[in-house]
């Protein structure tokens, strides 16, 4: 007997399921493109429980007809492909006609559709892609899809799913991609009755804004460029509002349509390299000839293959480069060699990235290049107790670095690390026990601008950061009032903490809830460099330091600080 047979329609649809739709975010992108395709000009997305129990899309476009809803549940059906020639000629999101069959397979899918011409709408349900019930409604102009329990005729994948404020920032990463892409059509994204991000029509730059933030909008550089016929337009960090360490995800699109690509990505960070180690802000747009690029390489039309990769890169860091020419350089920190006229004077380079203790001891080395200085690590300073310094001579070098005398040597210290250190173990501290820091009530409330892609996390953490000392209520447009904050921090560093906290927490990988919590805010709150110090500061700063169970080390393993014997000193001369 043969052995060969067809697979049942609805296995089918299950395994594209399986490609196109991983998690809500990827419905929710789907959905939003056929919105698109349908020459919606207002989108407006609804999702409960992280998009898990539903997601809703409502669109303003041309809208279905009765037979067009049966059929759109189908599997590869389309009204956007004719022919194979089409399939180089994409003007639309859409074409394969997947994604409605995938998502109605793993679902209860509700559509309500109504042309412009019709006086009444059709309203139709479907039950894993099974078609319940049909029947006329009266239903607004364009089209609702109502996604109901994603998944629930999937529950493995049900069961990889993050937890519920991830799912809605991943949600409302994909609505900000396709919203800075179609800057002329209205956005909504509202998650379990909360308006999480709105953009009204506009220009690209006021859809910047609306999307990354005002403050982000103003420090842009715009980047126009062609080359190989290929476009290169958008805009780009300046170098003036780079932030060390800060890793920014790129925003790209290929004729308009958003793409992660590892290639441009580099070409785009390349560009900042005379400035340091930096990943910019940047939202870039491509147009090159059609026969030149190829989107059909993976369901979900994320990837993108290029027939000359060298070409884009070159165009890409170009464009970049080229919008940063007029640019104003980057002062870079640059610690005085105070101790050595004719040493190389130590150009401060970006926190994170290679900077452990290897770094100290290669920069140990720069200074002192004939190596007859040793770090902390070969010379350690004795164990408890620490003695704490006594004298009042604490010197500040470049407002980044302490330094004073301590017993018989002299301690170099990371003003930076060290705050980091101190404030990541009272921060642990207080989560174990279950208690709170110590905040300071502002008389004078700031406000504090959070860009809507984090509003999800800011959802999730706000118990948190209260913890920690930060008093915020909403204020109105994507501000917030401060009205307490930690006891140490300035005001004028609290708004920019908030944000920081906010990306690292979404961003850390510890899977202790508290030990997550503290190393966020230590990260986000310590004093940075390039900041001065009284001396009542600094003092305090090296007593907690020293009294810590490990001032050596930052809780992610950078030194603190290095330290120099008199012997030292004396062999010195
Ligand atoms: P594709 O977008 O690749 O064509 P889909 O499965 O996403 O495939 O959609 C199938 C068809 O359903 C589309 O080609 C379109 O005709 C119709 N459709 C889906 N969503 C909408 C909508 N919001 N408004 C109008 N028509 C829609
Ligand atoms: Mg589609």
């Not at 997305?45 to 809208?63: E, P, T, Y």
């Not at 920032?169 to 998650?191: G, H, K, Q, T």
């Not at 403050?215 to 509002?241: C, D, H, Q, T, Y």
């Amino acid at each position: 007997m043969p052995q060969i047979q067809l697979l049942p329609d609805f296995v089918v649809n299950q395994i594209a399921a399986g490609e196109v739709i991983e998690r809500p975010a990827s419905a929710v992108k789907e959905l939003v493109e056929n919105s698109l395709d349908a020459g919606a000009t207002q989108v407006k997305v609804f999702a409960k429980k992280g998009g898990k129990d539903l997601i809703q899309i409502s669109d303003n476009g041309r809208g279905m007809e009765s037979e067009d809803i049966e059929k759109s549940v189908l599997r590869h059906a389309t009204s956007k492909l004719r022919d194979a020639s089409d399939l180089f000629k994409l003007s639309t999101n859409g074409f394969r006609g997947e994604a409605l069959s995938s998502i109605a397979s793993i679902s209860r899918l509700v559509i309500e559709s109504r042309g412009a011409d019709c006086s009444l709408g059709i309203r139709a349900e479907f039950d894993a892609g099974v078609l319940k019930s049909k029947e006329e409604a009266a239903v607004p102009f364009g089209t609702t899809i109502t996604v109901n329990d994603l998944f629930f005729n999937a529950p493995v994948r049900a069961e990889f799913l993050k937890n519920d404020s991830v799912e809605s920032s991943r949600i409302l990463d994909c609505i900000i991609r396709l919203a800075m892409a179609n800057e002329s059509v209205r956005f909504e994204y509202r998650a379990d009755n909360r308006l999480l991000f709105c953009a009204a029509e506009g220009n690209l730059q006021s859809r910047i804004s609306d999307c990354l933030g005002a403050s982000v909008a103003r420090n842009l550089k715009e980047v126009e460029w062609e080359e190989f016929g290929i476009r290169v337009w958008g805009f780009v960090s300046s170098p003036e509002s780079l932030e060390a360490g800060k890793r920014n995800m790129p925003y790209i699109f290929l004729q308009k349509r958003p793409i992660y690509n590892a290639l441009i990505t580099k070409a785009i960070n390349q560009a900042y390299s005379s400035y340091g180690d930096y990943s910019p802000v940047s939202v870039i747009f491509l147009d090159m000839p059609l026969e030149t690029f190829d989107v059909n390489v993976h369901p979900a039309k994320r990837e993108v293959r290029f027939s000359r990769d060298s070409l884009v890169f070159q165009a890409v860091n170009h464009a970049v480069h080229n919008a940063l020419q007029n640019a104003i350089s980057y002062p870079s920190i640059s610690i005085t060699n105070t101790l050595r006229e004719s040493a190389p004077a130590y150009v401060a380079n970006n926190e994170g990235i290679g900077y452990g203790v290897w770094g100290i001891e290669n920069k140990t080395q720069e200074l002192f290049p004939d190596n007859r200085i040793t770090s902390f690590e070969n010379n350690p300073i004795p164990h408890t107790p620490y003695p704490i310094p006594h004298t009042l001579d604490f010197l500040q070098i470049a407002k980044s670095f302490i330094v004073c005398e301590q017993g018989q040597s002299m301690l170099i210290i990371d003003q930076h690390r060290a705050h980091k250190a101190i404030l990541y173990e009272q921060a642990l501290q207080a989560l174990q026990k279950g208690e709170s820091l110590a905040g300071q009530e502002l008389l004078f409330p700031e406000t504090v601008e959070i860009p809507a892609v984090l509003l999800p996390i800011l959802d999730a953490q706000k118990n948190v950061l209260e913890k920690f000392g930060f008093h915020i209520v909403p204020f109105g447009s994507g501000t917030w009032q401060l009205r307490g904050i930690p006891a140490h921090l300035p005001i004028s560093a609290a708004g920019p903490a908030i944000i920081r906290f906010l990306e690292s927490a979404s961003e850390s990988k510890e899977s202790d809830i508290f030990k997550k919590n503290a190393l966020s805010f230590a990260n986000s709150s310590a004093i940075q460099r390039e900041t001065e110090l009284s001396l009542q500061e600094m003092k305090s700063i090296v007593s907690d330091l020293l009294s810590l169970p490990n001032p050596y080390e930052t809780p992610k393993g950078e030194a603190i600080f290095m330290r120099m014997s008199v012997e030292d000193i004396k062999r010195k001369f």
